[in-house]
């Protein structure tokens, strides 16, 4: 199935991975935290730029009905790339906001002193510190020594008291994928919605939010091989209409009077003020991208690669993977006898491998494994063999350093 991926031609559309990095072919394995754009996005927001720059929803002139309706395409867009009306795509900063959003917007007005937020102990920040700054209590389910979520203690923590469930689709630390079927489906069946974090899900799963009958979903273009600083929250209508808006200005209103103002639509009473066109355009374009080439193929081929890259890094002598569950997505979280994390960053680098070193922005993890840090290979559809021989050869380096 992989086989029929061509990575050299895809490589190739992506200008940024053809430099060398302190004299060393670029092995660029940190895509868990952002990954890079191919020629179709760089031209679409050039393009954009060029010839189409205008505020959106405003002006009668030309360039504004252009810019509109390019920007209003991407809704059509990524509304049809998971499987919802373009109504239920609030567009967002990222994750992160839309996650904020349901938070500020959906659950403050509706949380009573002891309600809880149910979350799992691998959640990202993003998807914690939001529930506990409207004042939720944040219970976390926990994660078994294999890196899988532990799926009878969630459900014997899902009570009368939970008002929300969150859980992230693929964790972006362990490469789990959570059973979301199975979480969404316990958690109606006592009438509690649910919310995923699709930050790393939605560019390495095919997800249809309507047939898995998610409530509130939150996605970053940037790890979609989109641009920064845009994402969405989708959600089902019925929670959009009762939801008050969040954010006031421009846009958002329907009429703006000194003795009070009436809101706009959905999804547009949640969209105040000058939006990122250009971000909406770029995450449109990486969609028709990824797209064409399949998610399914995609992550086949990442599969393949993630089992060749265990293979390999298990081989290393005093490497410890961290996040080994039977589902799992192409994220390599590891630590080593001797060398701190920090210090296995920056000698990768200074091989040309780029990876991520830290807490990855989930703390209560580290806790778990009682680790402070680890580094983290996180792979993408523009990765291969030479990138993984590349990373081992690199990490063979600093045990030698180390021995
Ligand atoms: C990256 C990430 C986020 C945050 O995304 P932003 O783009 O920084 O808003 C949230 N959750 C997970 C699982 C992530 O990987």
Not at 285 to 295: E, K, S
Request: net charge neutral; glycine share 8%.
């Amino acid at each position: 199935m992989s086989s029929t991926l061509d990575i050299g031609a895809i490589r190739a559309q992506f200008p940024i991975l053809r430099q060398t990095v302190h004299g060393r072919r670029l092995a660029y394995l940190d895509n868990a935290a952002t990954t890079q754009k191919p020629e179709a996005v760089l031209q679409a927001i050039d393009r954009y730029y060029r010839t189409s720059n205008a505020n959106v929803h405003r002006a009668v002139h030309e360039l504004a009905g252009r810019a509109t309706t390019q920007y209003e395409a991407a809704r059509d867009r990524i509304g049809a790339f998971v499987k919802v009306a373009r109504e239920q795509v609030v567009f967002t900063r990222g994750t992160t906001e839309a996650i904020n959003l349901v938070a500020r917007s959906y659950l403050q007005p509706r949380l009573q002193p002891g309600d809880e937020v149910l979350l799992t102990g691998m959640e990202h920040h993003s998807n914690i510190v939001p529930w506990q700054l409207v004042g939720a209590k944040t219970v976390a389910a926990p994660v078994l020594d294999d890196g899988s979520l532990d799926l009878d203690a969630w459900k014997q923590r899902l009570s009368a008291r939970t008002k929300l469930v969150a859980v992230a689709q693929i964790s972006n630390t362990l490469g789990t994928i959570n059973p979301i079927a199975d979480i969404v489906a316990a958690a109606h069946a006592r009438g509690v919605p649910v919310l995923v974090d699709g930050a790393q899900g939605i560019a390495h799963l095919r997800t249809d939010l309507t047939a898995l009958d998610i409530d509130f979903y939150a996605f970053s273009s940037h790890k979609l091989y989109g641009p920064t600083g845009f994402g969405a929250l989708v959600a089902k209508r019925e929670h959009l209409e009762a939801m008050p808006p969040w954010h006031g200005g421009g846009d958002m209103i329907r009429t703006v009077a000194f003795e009070g103002s009436t809101w706009n639509d959905v999804p547009y009473k949640f969209e105040a003020g000058t939006p990122d066109i250009a971000g909406a355009i770029g995450c449109a374009a990486a969609i028709d991208w990824l797209d064409a080439l399949d998610v399914e193929r995609v992550a086949a081929h990442e599969h393949a690669l993630l089992e060749y890259a265990t293979e390999q890094l298990s081989r290393i002598p005093g490497l410890r993977l961290i996040g080994t569950a039977p589902h799992k997505a192409g994220i390599l979280s590891f630590v080593m006898n001797g060398p701190h994390p920090q210090d296995i960053g920056s000698i990768l680098d200074m091989e040309g491998v780029a990876i991520r070193t830290g807490h990855h922005c989930t703390m209560p993890l580290m806790q778990r494994f009682g680790v402070p840090a680890t580094a983290r290979a996180s792979l993408a559809v523009y990765n291969d063999r030479d990138d993984i021989d590349q990373l081992v050869a690199a990490l063979q380096k600093v045990r030698r350093l180390f021995a």
